[in-house]
């Protein structure tokens, strides 16, 4: 055993991360780093002190965890969350509080803007609570403090900075009716007894975090998350987890772009969640890594990611005929979006979106070849088109070709990582 995977197997074991979702260098870089400011001078020493001292392991795995997160990431989320929130009220009929747990909350900003929608969404503070946890003291420390940098506003919707923050120094502090709302504590999703005592939450936010996770990990994980939701609750997860939480027993409610899945309680294929929004920049995306094998039949589908600014503008029609798929699938129209691709491709330039949308298409009707093949010819046509690439790995790994699927899953880490550092220039 090298070295360095003595330091990977530490961190698999205290916060389930597979170093092949980040990538060796990001964790090397990290025991690199704590060796200089421990200021020892080689790996087997570092290594010996990191058994003694809990403070050392703890130092390590926040120079591991980079946290990247703004308020009202994903702003569908959580228009979502406001209309579903009003729907359960009434269901409970106004007996209780709703519970909203953000996990991990990171920083603050999204249990923040769970708050925040909600009170924009019409509801009193009494009727809600929303709980933040993270592994992370320093980052829980922050959220606490709720004085943001600029960095932490992103997109050109910031209305809701004047309605529920104020100026101090050089940043934003949130208002107190927001923070009163919020309650942060440090927890790790890997407890099996975590918030054992505590009733089940209305809504659950656990986004971008089964991606970090090898298979077993997510299973064990997802058996927390699964008991932390209310059997009518809602779980908001990351677009690139739509295809592991419809395989672990979810369905998506069918809301376009709102990532969120309720209990399965219908053997039908769910709508696409496909954005009819036509192609507009591509979001910053978090890597994307290991997925379990899935099943032939009843794969639901990850969110679609609008085509790149580089790409060819569609002439009015050809956007008409995108928008139609777009809107045939979200209608589970499978027949219908499949034809209305096979028209786009016979009158207009063949684009990745198109094929991807056919191998998703072939994917729920069972046709794991087809599918493969469809994903392939979007590759082609566009090599790090992330979906295509998460897909057909998830392919390849279901077919016992685990090589295959890892090339893959870390060419889509590396698009991944390139796409946040552009975002950061």
């Not at 379990?292 to 503008?313: C, E, G, M, Q």
């Not at 088109?385 to 790994?397: D, T």
Request: with cysteine; charged share 25%.
């Amino acid at each position: 055993m090298s070295s360095d995977q003595r330091f990977f197997d530490f961190l698999k074991e205290r916060i389930g991360l597979d170093v092949a979702s980040v990538g060796p260098a990001i964790i090397e870089r990290a025991v690199r780093q704590r060796i200089i400011l421990a200021q020892m001078v080689t790996a087997d020493e570092y290594w010996q002190t990191l058994q003694g001292s809990r403070d050392e392991q703890q130092a390590l795995i926040e120079a591991v965890i980079v946290p990247e997160t703004w308020f009202f990431r994903y702003p569908e989320s959580f228009a979502t969350l406001g209309k579903l929130a009003r729907k359960r009220l009434a269901e409970l009929n106004n007996m209780r509080a709703l519970r909203i747990l953000s996990l991990p909350c990171s920083t603050g900003e999204e249990p923040y803007s769970i708050a925040m929608a909600l009170l924009d969404a019409g509801l009193k503070p009494h009727q809600f609570k929303v709980d933040g946890m993270d592994v992370s003291p320093l980052s829980v420390d922050k959220a606490r403090r709720a004085l943001y940098g600029k960095n932490s506003f992103r997109g050109q919707e910031l209305d809701f900075r004047e309605r529920h923050f104020f100026a101090e120094n050089d940043g934003y502090r949130v208002n107190e009716i927001v923070r009163e709302q919020v309650r942060l504590q440090v927890g790790n999703v890997l407890d099996p007894s975590l918030l054992v005592s505590e009733p089940p939450f209305d809504f659950v936010f656990c986004r971008n975090l089964l991606i970090y996770f090898d298979q077993p990990t997510q299973q064990q994980v997802f058996a927390v998350l699964k008991r932390l939701t209310h059997v009518d609750g809602v779980l908001f997860i990351g677009p690139a987890e739509g295809s592991l939480l419809g395989r672990l027993g979810m369905r998506s409610i069918g809301i376009p772009q709102s990532f969120a899945f309720s209990r399965h309680s219908d053997p039908q294929p769910e709508p696409l969640p496909m954005p009819v929004a036509l192609p507009t920049p591509l979001p910053v995306r978090q890597p994307v890594r290991s997925t379990p094998p899935p099943p032939v039949r009843n794969r639901p589908f990850a969110a679609v990611t609008p085509l790149p600014a580089t790409a060819k503008s569609p002439n009015p029609d050809a956007a008409s005929l995108l928008a139609n798929i777009a809107a045939l699938a979200n209608e589970g129209k499978s027949a219908e979006a499949r034809a209305a691709c096979e028209q786009y491709l016979r009158s207009h330039e063949p684009v990745a979106q198109v094929f991807y949308w056919l191998g998703l298409l072939s994917d729920v009707a069972g046709s794991a070849l087809e599918a493969q093949s469809y994903y392939r010819k979007a590759l082609y046509l566009e090599p790090q088109h992330p979906e295509a690439l998460m897909h057909l790995a998830a392919l390849l790994q279901a077919q016992g070709d685990t090589a295959g699927a890892r090339r893959l899953q870390e060419r889509a880490a590396r698009s991944g990582r390139t796409a946040d550092s552009e975002r950061k220039r």
